[in-house]
């Protein structure tokens, strides 16, 4: 059971960062050389922008689900060793 909460802990922080990694690099590729986002249309804008967000929320309650799982993983080695430190 704790080798398949760290695997799949793992896996969502991974697959959670890359998400994240993408979206960060579309918005920094569209940049312009003052700085600002370019887009085709304002329709094509808002829709990018939408997208993007629905994929960022969704890489960071992955990123955040992962780390729950990896942090439940690794609790009876916490409570193990929190328990020798005060014996």
């Given at each position: 059971?704790e080798?398949?909460?760290?695997?799949?802990?793992?896996?969502?922080?991974?697959?959670?960062i890359?998400?994240?990694?993408?979206?960060?690099r579309?918005?920094?590729?569209?940049?312009?050389?003052?700085?600002?986002?370019?887009?085709?249309?304002?329709?094509?804008?808002?829709?990018?922008?939408?997208?993007?967000?629905?994929?960022?929320?969704?890489?960071?309650?992955?990123?955040?689900?992962?780390?729950?799982?990896?942090?439940?993983?690794?609790?009876?080695?916490?409570?193990?060793?929190?328990?020798?430190?005060?014996?």
């Open positions: 059971m080798v398949m909460l760290r695997v799949a802990g793992i896996l969502l922080l991974a697959i959670g890359v998400i994240r990694y993408i979206i960060s579309r918005k920094f590729n569209r940049r312009n050389p003052a700085g600002l986002e370019q887009f085709t249309s304002f329709e094509r804008s808002i829709g990018v922008r939408i997208i993007e967000l629905i994929f960022s929320l969704t890489g960071a309650i992955f990123i955040l689900t992962g780390g729950i799982l990896l942090l439940f993983s690794y609790k009876e080695e916490i409570d193990g060793f929190l328990h020798a430190q005060t014996a």
